[in-house]
C-alpha cells in the first residue's frame, strides 16, 4: 500500500495541493484574529471568549479543507474511475481495491494531516501572542489550550470523512461537480450546528462519529463497486 501510494504521489503535481493549504491557513488566520478583535468592541456571549473563537475559526477551516478533500478525490479517483484511464487502471497487476483505496487514503492523510497542521501552527502563534499582548477578554489556560487540540482533531476528522462520503456521492452520479456541491453543503450545515454550541462538546463529538460511519460505508461500498466494475 505504501508504494502504491509513493507511486501515486510521483505521478502527481501535489505542489497546487501544498499551495492551496497554505492559502487556507493564511486566510483562516486572518479570520481567528478578526474574531479576536470582535472580543475587544466590548461583546458578550459564548462566541467571544477563545473556546468560541477557536471553534467557529476551526468550523471554517473544517469546510475549507473538505472542499479541498473533494477536490483531490475528484482528480485522484473519479476523474480516473469513469474517464479513458479507467481501462489503464483495471489492466494493473495489482489488486483493484488496493489501488483504490491507496488513492483514498493518500488523499484521506492529506486532507486530515493538512488541517491538524494548519489548526495547530495558527493556534500556536495565537496563543503566544496572547500571552503577550493579549487580544481576547478572556483567561488563558491550560484546559483551553487542550480543548483547542481536541477540536482540530474532531474537526481534522470530519473534513475527512466528509470529503470521502462527498467523493463516494460524485462517483455515483459520475460528476466531480456534485461531489463538491456536496462537500459545500454537508460542511455548510455542519459549520452552522458546530458554531452555535461552542460551550459543549457533543455536537463535535456526534458529528465525528457520523463522519466516520457513513465515510467508512460509503467508500467500502464504492471500492466493492470498483471490484465489480473490473470484473
Do not use: Q
Not at 478578526?34 to 466590548?42: K, L, P
Not at 491550560?142 to 481534522?156: C, E, G, N, R, V
Not at 463538491?180 to 455536537?203: F, Q
Not at 458529528?207 to 464504492?222: A, E, H, M, Q, Y
Request: proline letters at 2%.
Amino acid at each position: 500500500m505504501n508504494n502504491l501510494m509513493r507511486l501515486e504521489l510521483r505521478r502527481t503535481n501535489v505542489k497546487i495541493y501544498l499551495i492551496a493549504t497554505g492559502i487556507i491557513t493564511m486566510c483562516s488566520f486572518c479570520m481567528l484574529y478578526m474574531f479576536a478583535y470582535m472580543s475587544m468592541i466590548g461583546s458578550d456571549g459564548e462566541f467571544f471568549d477563545y473556546i468560541g473563537i477557536l471553534s467557529i475559526t476551526s468550523s471554517i477551516n473544517m469546510a475549507c479543507f473538505c472542499v479541498l478533500g473533494s477536490v483531490m478525490h475528484s482528480r485522484f479517483i473519479i476523474d480516473e474511475y469513469i474517464g479513458k484511464r479507467a481501462m489503464l487502471l483495471f489492466s494493473y497487476p495489482i489488486e483493484r481495491k488496493k489501488v483504490f483505496y491507496s488513492k483514498f487514503l493518500l488523499v484521506t492523510l492529506f486532507t486530515v494531516g493538512g488541517m491538524i497542521l494548519s489548526n495547530l501552527l495558527m493556534f500556536v502563534i495565537f496563543f503566544l501572542s496572547e500571552s503577550v499582548f493579549p487580544i481576547v477578554n478572556d483567561s488563558l489556560s491550560i484546559s483551553i489550550i487542550s480543548k483547542s487540540i481536541f477540536i482540530t482533531l474532531m474537526m481534522a476528522i470530519i473534513a475527512g470523512g466528509f470529503s470521502a462520503i462527498s467523493m463516494s456521492v460524485g462517483f455515483k452520479l459520475k460528476s466531480v461537480p456534485t461531489a463538491i456541491v456536496v462537500a459545500v453543503i454537508l460542511c455548510a450545515l455542519v459549520t452552522n450546528i458546530l458554531s452555535l454550541s461552542p460551550l459543549t462538546m457533543i455536537p463535535t463529538i456526534a458529528t465525528t462519529i457520523f463522519s466516520i460511519i457513513v465515510s467508512f460505508l460509503s467508500v467500502k461500498s464504492l471500492a466493492n463497486r470498483i471490484n465489480y466494475l473490473e470484473g
